[in-house]
Nanobody, 123 residues
Framework: QVQLVESGGASVQAGDSLRLSCAASGRTVSRYAIAWFRRVPGKEREFVAV????????AYEDSVKGRFTISRDNAKNTVYLQMNSLKPEDTAIYSCAADAVYYYRDYDHYAYWGQGTQVTVSS
């Protein structure tokens, strides 16, 4: 198993930047593809980005392309989500998830989840 803990969420203004971190423990994180999802109360969980095991392949949801960047440092067992040019519609709880298969956009394929970190963007 792998345990995931997110950090870095905050309340910011539109146009600001944030970097979220997903720290993994347990099994070596390099065995897993890691994805970020976000959830707004009353809506389905939304895929944001995913990175493969070695970090040389990524995929993004259309609304964040060009603004968000996912990366990983397997030596630190950590995956990052750099979020630039934040918009109020980016407000959500952001969670990271791990799976041994790269990749799925559907959240129900992911075996391991963190608790989430709140990102609030004000206009």
């Amino acid at each position: 198993q792998v345990q995931l803990v997110e950090s870095g969420g905050a309340s910011v203004q539109a146009g600001d930047s944030l970097r979220l971190s997903c720290a993994a423990s347990g099994r070596t994180v390099s065995r897993y593809a890691i994805a970020w999802f976000r959830r707004v109360p009353g809506k389905e969980r939304e895929f944001v980005a995913v990175i493969n095991m070695s970090g040389d392949s990524t995929a993004y949801e259309d609304s964040v392309k060009g603004r968000f960047t996912i990366s990983r440092d397997n030596a630190k067992n950590t995956v990052y989500l750099q979020m630039n040019s934040l918009k109020p519609e980016d407000t959500a709880i952001y969670s990271c998830a791990a799976d041994a298969v790269y990749y799925y956009r559907d959240y129900d394929h992911y075996a391991y989840w963190g608790q989430g970190t709140q990102v609030t963007v004000s206009s």
